[in-house]
């Protein structure tokens, strides 16, 4: 297990970085996957250009970072739970993720981080994009933290994974449903950020309707526009094949 010398170099002031001399098929050496990791608690979000892994590898690195996490709904190659696969095409109507979202936010306890690792993607377009939470919640006045540090809200998910029930009786499976704050602090780096999202939170508790989806279309607006520039999953803005992206979650 060797030594690897690896550069990060900054997408923005406020999110993304890319990871440079390191080859993610390899085992790391603890002392290479701890810069990595203070890089990505800093940047938030973490490029690895021209990576060619197998899923074993992939799931290997994820290890690092902790405990892998199974999807409650979408399928996975077989032998492989912890992967999930996202394809579209020309001919698909909708693409997975295509709004702003932390992933599995329904879940009582959602995973810390994803890990993106691009096979195929379009000659130009394609792109993830990223949003500093942190950001978006730095950026709110003195009296909306206090008014937002109080709430909690409700995430679910039956609406977005539905489709799972097809052909089958939906009150025999189970959608994760959980109820999180507003705003969350980092175990590790002691940063608040934002805490709902568009796809699976449904409701601010002890709010009216009223009140909750105008609390939500204002921390979505955040989401969008204050977060300091939602970065583009790529350096220049697109995606490339090999391209492995850990962005937290």
């Known amino acids: 297990m060797g030594h690897q010398t690896i550069e990060i170099e900054p997408v923005t002031p406020a999110i993304g970085a890319e990871v440079s001399g390191v080859d993610l098929a390899r085992p790391l050496d603890r002392t290479t996957f701890e810069k990595i990791k203070t890089a990505w608690l800093e940047h938030l979000v973490l490029f690895f250009r021209d990576q060619v892994l197998t899923l074993d590898q992939q799931k290997a690195f994820g290890r690092m970072f902790g405990e892998l996490h199974i999807h409650p709904s979408a399928p996975a190659p077989e032998g492989h739970p912890e992967i999930l696969v996202i394809h579209a095409d020309a001919e698909s109507k909708a693409v997975a993720g295509q709004g702003w979202h932390s992933d599995v936010s329904c ?3 959602p995973p810390m981080a ?4 691009l096979t195929e993607v379009p000659r130009a377009g394609g792109d993830t994009l990223f949003a500093s939470m942190n950001a978006a919640w730095e950026a709110l006045s003195d009296s909306m933290q206090r008014f937002l540090e109080e709430l909690t809200a409700v995430h679910k998910s039956q609406h977005i994974y539905g489709h799972v029930a097809a052909g089958a009786d939906v009150g025999d499976i189970e959608f994760p449903s959980a109820e999180h704050p507003v705003v ?4 590790e780096t002691g940063r ?3 805490f709902v999202n568009h796809s699976f939170t449904r409701r ?3 709010l009216t309707r009223a009140e909750s989806r105008a609390v939500l279309r204002f921390c ?4 969008a526009t204050r977060s300091s520039s939602a970065v583009s999953g790529g350096v220049p803005a697109r995606s490339r094949s090999g391209t492995t992206v850990v962005p937290s979650t």
């Open 184 to 187: 969350r602090t980092h175990p």
């Open 114 to 117: 994803s890990m993106l690792y």
């Open 192 to 194: 608040k950020a934002l």
């Open 220 to 223: 979505s607006s955040t989401c």
């Open 204 to 206: 601010i508790r002890g």
């Open 107 to 109: 879940e009582e306890e």
